[in-house]
């Protein structure tokens, strides 16, 4: 893993080219402490910048950019190729003569060679890359499937600039600072700022799957080589017609060849384990092929409701990991929390930006590259709402909608005890974990018009943004597509496709991206390897969703390697004590931030604001998310100096 850096602009002097892409690389020095490497050509106003994290080949011979052996195409690039090792036999089948060892040399090579769209369909692998055509004076931008190494781009007066991090483009000497308003007001429904925006008008995110063409003369031009709205309906299209244990078979060979790739490096691995379905298989299946014990983290609370260590110990102590967990405490917060502006770069606000940090710190002290589990909720439909929200809409649909909003006011204004005592009326074995929550989630989903209106509003965090980020339209996506219901007529099948193509890129996969790489850690996906992606959207229902548990087939091969007594429990996710917290430890960060003057001052409205963070102060209601989504907007525009 690496960050990668450049910019096309003809206004330039020569001699301010390497000053300036240096000045971008620094900017992200985080992601590559192992080198650094520029390459410029003034004629035509280019620079490419390169920082790198040796993973394969440690020697010089991986230094980036690169040149390809004819001389014609440089390269820029941060992933890894898992399957590099086959292009490169082919390639030199073919006559090709390779310096070095590096994947990235055989990517180069690969695209002298065939070709850059062909070569990116035919990598495995998690990539963001930049090659120059020194022939055509051409730039191309190219970003793996799922999306998991970010790329940003902007163009403004003719020039282009792109890099790994915002921080990067905002170190361009031409930078034009501005804040998209609209886009705010998606990131305050969100938590994230969802592609292909960014905060900063002009500037976007290159989506998955892409890649962007930029010729002489022309304007940058955007084409897809991998699209997950086409894969998932084909291959809905074309379900598996195998019994349980043949396709558990096919599942299991296929993640065992996905994580057997990814466990290829020349420096310490590991895994992040939470005792969870996911990172349980993960570590199963790499301590399958390791001949020795695979080195494990996990983190850990003392809050009833949020620890999973304990479970994470129980699954690694079954497969005789060598496993290392830590605590959190108070002071593990405090630190974490002054750099989140810097780590993450543009506003962001899912809480478990703080236990990622703090494993990847951990495990960053033992081990270089660490694999995690992320994406098996969206592939193997594991989030609660595939089950229960296709049961409360059938529900729903015979009480009045009037009746619904009423239901819901009585549940959002009843004293936080009342409720509590209603439900521990209930018989233990039929609540979920944290029932006052999904009880307030309920609340949510009634009075809704339609399944995707009660989908948008399970995923908001404030549900009239507009209204809270005055004088502002809200940005929209895919989210508002009514086509998506034409290809996707199903609705946990929809919402499985919206949470892969929203929630999982702009969210899951920038968290884990930013808190690995601020660290110098180098974190993979094997369950987003796009040929298990391939696989899990041909799964037919029986296959993903059972007794009203999901993730049926990934837990069948699980159960095959660790009893299910140590996986099975309630949902929780990779959640914190937010709301304790920001009453107790960060008491003074947020009274600071929630300042009426400070929060008119960045267009909010300190009204509805403080409306809540009242109630959340007398206990009334946790608030802890919805004002933590102000919280780090705040922290972040005080960071960069927006005003």
Excluded at 186 to 207: C, D, E, H, M, W
Aim: hydrophobic letters at 40%; charged letters at 25%.
């Amino acid at each position: 893993m690496c960050g990668i850096c450049g910019f096309i602009d003809a206004d330039l002097p020569g001699d301010a080219l390497i000053p300036a892409v240096t000045a971008m690389a620094d900017r992200i020095a985080h992601r590559g402490p192992d080198g650094a490497g520029v390459w410029t050509d003034e004629n035509a106003g280019i620079a490419l910048g390169h920082r790198r994290l040796a993973i394969v080949d440690l020697s010089p011979t991986g230094h980036q950019p690169m040149l390809s052996q004819d001389g014609r195409l440089v390269l820029t690039y941060n992933g890894e190729i898992y399957n590099f090792d086959e292009l490169r036999a082919e390639l030199k089948a073919a006559g090709h003569i390779f310096r070095g060892r590096s994947d990235t040399e055989v990517l180069v090579e690969a695209c002298a060679a065939w070709g850059i769209e062909r070569t990116a369909r035919r990598l495995i692998g998690i990539f963001a890359f930049a090659v120059w055509d020194r022939r055509d004076r051409t730039l191309s931008l190219v970003r793996d499937p799922v999306g998991v190494k970010p790329l940003y781009y902007g163009w403004f007066d003719g020039k282009l600039i792109f890099g790994s991090e915002l921080k990067a483009l905002r170190a361009f000497p031409h930078w034009p600072v501005g804040i998209d308003r609209d886009a705010l007001a998606a990131y305050l429904r969100l938590n994230y700022v969802p592609s292909p925006f960014t905060i900063y008008r002009g500037v976007r995110k290159l989506p998955p799957g892409s890649i962007l063409t930029l010729r002489p003369g022309g304007e940058p031009e955007l084409s897809v080589f991998w699209d997950l709205r086409s894969v998932a309906r084909v291959g809905l299209a074309d379900p598996l017609d195998l019994d349980p244990r043949e396709a558990a078979d096919r599942l299991e060979s296929l993640l065992s060849d996905a994580i057997g790739r990814q466990m290829m490096a020349d420096v310490p691995l590991g895994a992040f384990l939470s005792g969870g379905i996911d990172s349980s298989t993960v570590v199963a299946l790499m301590q399958a092929q390791s001949e020795r014990p695979v080195r494990t983290f996990t983190i850990g609370f003392a809050e009833a409701g949020y620890d999973e260590a304990r479970q994470a110990k129980a699954v690694a102590e079954h497969l005789g990991t060598d496993h290392t967990e830590l605590y959190v405490e108070p002071h593990h917060v405090l630190d974490v929390i002054p750099h989140l502006p810097d780590r993450f770069d543009e506003p962001f606000a899912d809480a478990s930006q703080i236990p990622t940090l703090l494993v990847s710190e951990l495990t960053r002290r033992h081990v270089t590259v660490a694999l995690s589990g992320d994406g098996g909720d969206e592939l193997f439909a594991g989030y609660n709402r595939y089950v229960w929200a296709p049961r409360v809409w059938r529900r729903l649909g015979r009480i009045p909608v009037p009746l619904q909003r009423i239901l819901a006011r009585a549940i959002r204004s009843a004293p936080p005890g009342a409720l509590n005592a209603v439900l521990r009326a209930a018989p233990e074995s039929m609540l979920p974990a944290q029932p006052l929550e999904k009880l307030y989630k309920l609340a949510d989903m009634l009075g809704q018009s339609n399944p995707d209106a009660l989908y948008r509003r399970l995923v908001s965090q404030w549900d009239d943004p507009e209204r809270i980020a005055l004088g502002t339209r809200e940005s929209t996506g895919v989210l508002w597509d009514d086509t998506v219901q034409d290809d996707f007529p199903g609705f946990v099948e929809r919402m499985q496709f919206l949470d892969s193509a929203t929630y999982l890129p702009d969210d899951i996969l920038v968290k884990v991206d930013r808190a690995s790489m601020a660290t110098g850690l180098e974190a993979r996906v094997p369950l987003l390897d796009h040929r298990v992606i391939e696989f899990a959207w041909r799964l037919p229902p029986a296959l993903r969703i059972r007794d009203g548990r999901g993730k049926r087939l990934l837990r069948d091969v699980l159960y095959r390697h660790v009893p299910p007594d140590l996986v099975e429990r309630p949902k929780m996710g990779f959640s914190v004590p937010l709301g304790p917290w920001l009453c107790g430890p960060l008491r003074d960060w947020c009274e600071h931030l929630l300042d009426r003057q400070r929060l008119t001052d960045a267009g909010l409205d300190p009204r509805k604001i403080h409306r809540k963070w009242a109630e959340h102060r007398s206990g009334h209601r946790d608030w802890g998310h919805l004002l933590w989504n102000i919280l780090c907007y705040q922290a972040w525009s005080e960071r960069w100096d927006t005003g």
